[in-house]
């Protein structure tokens, strides 16, 4: 990809989910992977001993106040590039600026397109938007990205050999009601060894007799 694909857009354009960008300046791509501080045995893979981190990606670029076309080259709107702030150019500034905030408050994956590479599933860890006196009706982006990665749940069935024949069919449910127990009548002996064992209290209900009135 030249530098005139690169800065105009060519194959298909660079965009931060929602946001034009009508100039991508740079692009960098970061892999990394972190491996263990263990020695490691021979013979197994050692794969099983790094671990792969996030896809990173740190993009700057421009959004301007102008309409870019592929073929014709730059349209100002009024005023051009260095020239007073139309009405129109300066709402594109702020929406894109808009978007740029609902991105990074939303906390959501996006997809990014830089015309050489797709980006899914990304969210912003950092954003920086500034713009100076000495550069036109555009602002300028930084902005830094980590990609989220998904993983899918799955589930399998245990063979009935490899479960126990009294527990076939018996696993318990959430908020499930338990039933009742199974009560056996008190042996008399032990009742009355309890009731006579040191410290045991028995309160008679005689004692909380209310006084009654003439």
């Given at each position: 990809?030249?530098?005139?694909?690169?800065?105009?857009?060519?194959?298909?354009?660079?965009?931060?989910?929602?946001?034009?960008?009508?100039?991508?300046?740079?692009?960098?791509?970061?892999?990394?992977?972190?491996?263990?501080?263990?020695?490691?045995?021979?013979?197994?893979?050692?794969?099983?001993?790094?671990?792969?981190?996030?896809?990173q990606?740190?993009?700057?670029?421009?959004?301007?106040?102008?309409?870019?076309?592929?073929?014709?080259?730059?349209?100002?709107?009024?005023?051009?590039?260095?020239?007073?702030?139309?009405?129109?150019?300066?709402?594109?500034?702020?929406?894109?600026?808009?978007?740029?905030?609902?991105?990074?408050?939303?906390?959501?994956?996006?997809?990014?397109?830089?015309?050489?590479?797709?980006?899914?599933?990304?969210?912003?860890?950092?954003?920086?938007?500034?713009r100076?006196?000495?550069?036109?009706?555009?602002?300028?982006?930084?902005?830094?990205?980590?990609?989220?990665?998904?993983?899918?749940?799955?589930?399998?069935?245990?063979?009935?050999?490899?479960?126990?024949?009294?527990?076939?069919?018996?696993?318990?449910?959430?908020?499930?009601?338990?039933?009742?127990?199974?009560?056996?009548?008190?042996?008399?002996k032990?009742?009355?060894?309890?009731?006579?064992s040191?410290?045991?209290?028995?309160?008679?209900?005689?004692?909380?007799?209310?006084p009654?009135?003439?």
């Amino acid at each position: 990809m030249n530098f005139v694909s690169m800065i105009f857009g060519w194959n298909g354009g660079s965009s931060i989910g929602t946001v034009a960008l009508d100039a991508l300046l740079s692009e960098k791509t970061t892999l990394n992977s972190r491996a263990t501080s263990y020695a490691v045995e021979d013979g197994p893979p050692v794969t099983d001993h790094v671990v792969q981190e996030s896809e990173q990606l740190t993009l700057d670029g421009w959004v301007t106040a102008a309409d870019i076309m592929l073929l014709g080259g730059i349209r100002p709107r009024d005023g051009g590039l260095g020239g007073a702030l139309s009405g129109a150019g300066r709402s594109k500034l702020i929406s894109a600026k808009d978007a740029l905030r609902k991105i990074h408050a939303d906390r959501l994956p996006v997809t990014i397109a830089t015309g050489l590479d797709v980006y899914v599933d990304f969210v912003m860890e950092s954003c920086s938007i500034g713009r100076s006196n000495g550069g036109g009706d555009r602002f300028e982006i930084s902005a830094g990205f980590k990609r989220i990665r998904k993983v899918t749940l799955r589930q399998a069935d245990i063979p009935p050999e490899k479960t126990s024949g009294n527990v076939t069919g018996k696993a318990g449910a959430t908020r499930s009601n338990a039933g009742k127990t199974n009560g056996l009548a008190v042996d008399p002996k032990r009742r009355g060894d309890v009731m006579n064992s040191p410290g045991v209290v028995i309160w008679s209900k005689s004692l909380f007799r209310m006084p009654t009135t003439a």
